[in-house]
T-cell receptor, first 113, second 115 residues
Framework: DVKVTQSSRYLVKRTGEKVFLECVQDMDHENMFWYRQDPGLGLRLIYF???????EKGDIPEGYSVSREKKERFSLILESASTNQTSMYLCAIRLAGGTDTQYFGPGTRLTVL | AQSVTQPDIHITVSEGASLELRCNYS??????LFWYVQSPGQGLQLLLK??????LVQGIKGFEAEFKRSQSSFNLRKPSVHWSDAAEYFCAVGVRSGSARQLTFGSGTQLTVLP
């Protein structure tokens, strides 16, 4: 079974804080993704990575950055958290083989006060 | 640009009734299509997927979906809904973007099941 772990299920931060969201996979998958989910908007892609130290912007990268120093770990960074970044954040991995199937972690619900 | 439309924001059905959730996509090539389900406070779980071949695909939990190229649709169905099916359902299409492939999601359909 594919296992995707996110470091926190719930997180509360203050405006202006630097926030790290961690995603860890248990296998050697190359492709990893960060989404945010908001009511009525579905999932929107923030960033993805297709290998160590490689990253590409998704549809809504503003206000976020990412880090991938090791294959199994993909971090989403909010440099200076703002209230409009209050959301559910989902990490996913894609298996190699070109089938596009993604497997998701349990999500982190971030509240910025 | 590719897009996915789920026209029903919220659907309510009685337990034991049949269910159909609609999904329409816009994509130039033959798409890879997916349905995911999300229970409250959880991540997304893959229900089923279509890549090629038989246009009627079977998934987990008794769900099925039919790909209709002429209608650009991939509707999800279940003949008899159980209370545990109450959740949010997302349709997605796999597309190429830049150097990688990614998924574009619809905005979701919230399913309520009445006893």
């Amino acid at each position: 079974d594919v296992k995707v772990t996110q470091s926190s299920r719930y997180l509360v931060k203050r405006t202006g804080e630097k926030v790290f969201l961690e995603c860890v996979q248990d296998m050697d998958h190359e492709n990893m993704f960060w989404y945010r989910q908001d009511p009525g908007l579905g999932l929107r892609l923030i960033y993805f990575s297709y290998d160590v130290k490689m990253k590409e912007k998704g549809d809504i990268p503003e206000g976020y950055s990412v880090s991938r120093e090791k294959k199994e770990r993909f971090s989403l960074i909010l440099e200076s958290a703002s209230t409009n970044q209050t959301s559910m954040y989902l990490c996913a991995i894609r298996l190699a083989g070109g089938t596009d199937t993604q497997y998701f972690g349990p999500g982190t619900r971030l509240t910025v006060l | 640009a590719q897009s996915v439309t789920q026209p029903d924001i919220h659907i309510t059905v009685s337990e034991g009734a049949s269910l159909e959730l609609r999904c329409n996509y816009s994509y130039g090539a033959t798409p890879y299509l997916f349905w995911y389900v999300q229970s409250p406070g959880q991540g997304l779980q893959l229900l089923l997927k279509y890549f090629s071949g038989d246009t009627l695909v079977q998934g987990i939990k008794g769900f099925e979906a039919e790909f209709k190229r002429s209608q650009s649709s991939f509707n999800l169905r279940k003949p008899s809904v159980h209370w545990s099916d109450a959740a949010e359902y997302f349709c997605a299409v796999g597309v190429r973007s830049g150097s990688a492939r990614q998924l574009t999601f619809g905005s979701g359909t919230q399913l309520t099941v009445l006893p």
